[in-house]
Nanobody, 121 residues
């Protein structure tokens, strides 16, 4: 079974930066797409950024120009560089991946456990 492990969350002042990382472990045939989502208290989980295996990226309007997603296919990893952070970016951030299983070549979606980002004003 593939596991996604996030790291890099923490407390930062408004205007500061944080870098989140996520690595997939376990046996898999390949990872197709990876993404970051976030969920603030009392709100629905929302998409922050996505990256395809080929490197195509997509961002939520709220983070365009401030966040940057990057992937490392060799390491089955994805990172999210977050700059000019705002208090409204405060949320639990979750890594998500679509991967192909080693046996059966099935497409599976998996979530990490989440990492907390808190931005103080």
């Amino acid at each position: 079974q593939v596991q996604l492990v996030e790291s890099g969350g923490g407390l930062v002042q408004a205007g500061g930066s944080l870098r989140l990382s996520c690595a997939a472990s376990g046996r898999m045939f390949s990872i197709n797409n990876m993404a970051w989502y976030r969920q603030a208290p009392g709100k629905q989980r929302e998409l922050v950024a996505t990256i395809t295996r080929g490197g195509t990226t997509n961002y939520a309007d709220s983070v365009k120009g401030r966040f940057s997603i990057s992937g490392d296919n060799a390491k089955n990893a994805v990172s999210l560089q977050m700059n000019s952070l705002k208090p409204e970016d405060t949320a639990a951030y979750f890594c998500n991946a679509d991967y192909i299983t080693w046996q059966g070549r099935s497409l599976v979606n998996s979530w990490g456990q989440g990492t907390q980002v808190t931005v103080s004003s």
